[in-house]
């Protein structure tokens, strides 16, 4: 997934006026941030090494002063008079605001994720809050709702990003219902205020959400050796401790142990986290957004949130999911009957059934005995660093990049290198990006690319280059062995990774278009297209090689039988899915204030009516963080996939495949460097050369028959 703080939807984007630091210590760096500075200059623009608030005074010192500038901002727009406003001291002044907005938040937000100091995270976490709800009161400052609609009556000719910053902010006003009456308006102010709060407490309560399973040497039958004697899981003689909240725990345990017991007490101990605090707070949630929507004219929630999107109204989605779920139910029946005849085999009863807890692990037995492929015995081929390594190598050939590592200012946590990117042909320092890759107590316990300074014209006409990190949760490396990815991993890395280079290789005017900020529900297309990488051989023996003995390349029938096995079950996932993203749909368009105790029954309805029965007694939805970041958007991963297959075709049909230089610029320059300064379908479009098609991706998940 892409991290962003969902709290500043409306009108915030990102940040400026951070502090620049050109301390380095380092004398093993490639070259020095003060000399990539520098060279930065020479192309008129600017790269800032974020300060990060280190102590719980500085956050508060950063909230109060960024509260304060911005109240001055906003004042010296709303006194406009009539004869003074123009298109720069209005809609771009208010872009300038956001952007310094941005700043603070995000690196706030990144701090409340990543944060070894546990006071500081929670600082963090109650400065977000509070940031959230003053920005909130952003869009109800009618003074300067006037300076803007006195300079719209002006009836400017703008074109380009000019006239979309213009068309957007109007239409961002228009949702938050600065053209309802007073009452009504203030309102919806209040609603959202409490809103912005909620959200951030379910967040934060997902990050702090935690669990120990106890476990016999012999409960754990079938879980790697290896991974069992990973530094603080062996906890005793005959003792294992697992966490249901760490991601690989959980999937190591679905996909390996053999004992059914110990399978369904992992995704039971998952699916309880956060239920006390977070069901009552999504009972909030999704009354107050239902009566938000309601209050703007809009029928519910989701076609609220969908009408800024490529979909545009939450029935087209839904159809959408839908179509493909029928589309889907033969292949399922298949895959499920497989499944059943492994169950029966290996457990000797004559009519099993499959589970929630099961279809990972006979997902993985099926990979095993009919495709000879051990997705365990794979890691030795993807030792972390080589990975890493190769993917930068290829993403340096194909986007016209150069990295560079140099020695972070100020680290959050002990290992955490910074990178350098530059265009390769002209040496022009395009942005920076920090690797937080190993899990710790604390920090965030998924996978995501978090923006720290998102690109941004400046009023000096000076571009502000972008930062960001990667925050991720790889197993950590043994004292007798590196960290081992399994190739599911290889796939995630080569995903978010690919979210920093939308990030850093943007030209947007505005910080509102730039990178990452685009539609919903195409952000992860980009992303998702390059999840095809890993899968390509040629691709793979550039860095995949044994670690004990890297003259050892994965084998093309092994490689053959990987992919058969990827798509032998994919009809089983993509189901999962499909669940995830209708259960969201369905919230957000059935739950009012009058029938919010059925938050979570209609939930489990609706995740066990498309996919497997959720386990007895739980509540899935507690701990499912995208229920608030992506609010009715979860399906956009299901249609960023259709886009991604038809995107991927470019690559397939180029003279160097997946290596293809021309291909990968069109990449950079179609899609990476506009972001959403222009119609996306327009971006989609010129990638392609042609209008877009679902067909290369309903091929690909074996539902050929779906509309």
């Known amino acids: ?112 994720q990543t944060s070894t100091n546990a006071a500081v995270r929670d600082a963090a976490t109650d400065a977000i809050k509070q940031l959230s709800e003053w920005a909130v009161g952003i869009d109800y400052r009618a003074d300067v709702y006037h300076a803007l609609k006195t300079f719209a009556t002006t009836q400017p000719q703008l074109v380009g990003e000019d006239k979309k910053l213009f068309d957007d902010t109007l239409r961002d006003y228009r949702r938050a219902g600065l053209d309802l009456p007073k009452d009504q308006r203030d309102a919806v102010e209040k609603l959202r205020k409490e809103l912005t709060a909620l959200e951030n407490d379910y967040q934060n309560d997902i990050v702090k959400a935690h669990a120990e399973l106890k476990f016999t040497k012999a409960e754990l039958a079938g879980v790697p050796e290896d991974f069992l004697s990973q530094q603080g899981i062996k906890t005793g003689d005959d003792e294992y401790t697992l966490k249901p909240n760490i991601t690989f725990h959980y999937l190591m345990i679905e996909d390996n142990a053999k004992l059914e017991a110990t399978r369904r007490r992992m995704i039971t101990a998952q699916c309880n986290l956060a239920r006390e605090v977070n069901i009552p707070l999504l009972q909030k949630v999704l009354v107050r957004r239902d009566t938000v929507a309601t209050k703007l004219g809009y029928k519910n929630f989701a076609d609220y949130a969908t009408e800024t999107r490529m979909v545009k109204n939450s029935q087209t989605a839904i159809d959408f999911l839908n179509n493909l779920k029928t589309g889907l139910q033969p292949k399922l029946d298949g895959e499920l009957a497989e499944f059943r005849a492994l ?78 990117v530059s265009d390769l042909k002209t ?203 992506y609010g009715s958007g979860y399906y956009g991963y299901a249609w960023a996939d259709a886009i991604a297959a038809d995107m991927a075709t470019v690559f397939e049909k180029s003279p160097d495949g997946y290596f293809d230089q021309n291909a990968g610029m069109r990449m950079r320059n179609e899609i990476y460097a506009v972001g959403d300064s222009r119609d996306i379908n327009v971006s989609i479009k010129k990638f392609l050369g042609r209008p877009r098609s679902i067909e290369p991706f309903l091929k690909r998940i074996g539902a050929e028959t779906a509309k």
């Open 427 to 629: 040496g022009e320092p395009l942005g920076l990006f920090y690797l937080d890759m190993f899990p710790r107590d604390g920090k965030y316990n998924h996978f995501a690319q978090f923006p720290i300074i998102e690109g941004k014209l400046l009023p000096d006409g000076k571009y502000q280059r972008p930062v960001c990190s990667l925050v991720c949760n790889f197993p950590p490396p043994q004292p007798d062995k590196p960290s081992l990815l399994s190739h599911d991993e290889v796939e995630t890395v080569f995903h978010e990774f690919g979210h920093a280079m939308h990030t850093i290789l943007t030209r947007a005017k505005y910080s509102r278009f730039a990178g990452t900020s685009v539609p919903q529900d195409f952000v992860e297309a980009p992303s998702q297209m390059l999840e095809n990488w890993p899968w390509d051989k040629t691709v793979l023996d550039s860095f995949a090689a044994d670690y004990r003995d890297p003259k050892k390349k994965i084998p093309q029938e092994i490689l053959s039988q990987l992919k058969a096995a990827r798509f032998a079950t994919y009809a089983t996932y993509y189901r999962r899915q499909l669940s995830f993203a209708l259960m969201d749909l369905t919230l957000h368009t059935q739950i009012h204030a009058t029938n919010a105790a059925d938050t979570l029954p209609l939930a489990n309805k609706a995740l066990s009516e498309v996919s497997f029965p959720v386990p007895p007694d739980t509540a899935f939805v507690a701990y499912f963080g995208h229920i608030i970041g």
């Open 1 to 112: 997934m892409r991290w962003t703080n969902f709290a500043f939807l409306f009108l915030v984007g990102s940040l400026a006026g951070c502090t620049t630091t050109q301390k380095n210590d380092s004398s093993n760096s490639t070259i020095k941030l003060a000399d990539f500075q520098a060279r930065a200059a020479k192309f008129n623009s600017v790269v800032t090494v974020p300060v990060f608030e280190a102590t719980t005074n500085a956050v508060a010192a950063t909230v109060a002063k960024t509260i304060a500038d911005g109240n001055a901002a906003l004042d010296r727009i709303g006194s406009l008079g009539a004869g003074d406003v123009d298109f720069y001291n209005t809609f771009v002044a208010l872009d300038n605001l956001n952007f310094k907005i941005g700043c603070a938040s995000d690196r706030l937000g990144l701090i409340q």
């Open 343 to 420: 169950k029966m085999a290996e457990t000797g009863t004559t009519n099993a059934t499959i589970n929630v807890w099961d279809w990972r692990y006979y997902a993985n037995q099926l990979r095993k005995a009919k495709y000879n492929v051990d997705a365990e015995q794979l890691r030795v081929y993807f030792p972390y660093q080589r990975v890493l390594d190769g993917m930068f190598t290829i993403y340096q050939r194909i986007f016209g990049l150069k990295f560079e590592r140099v020695e972070p200012p100020y680290k959050w946590t002990d290992d955490l290198p910074l990178y350098t």
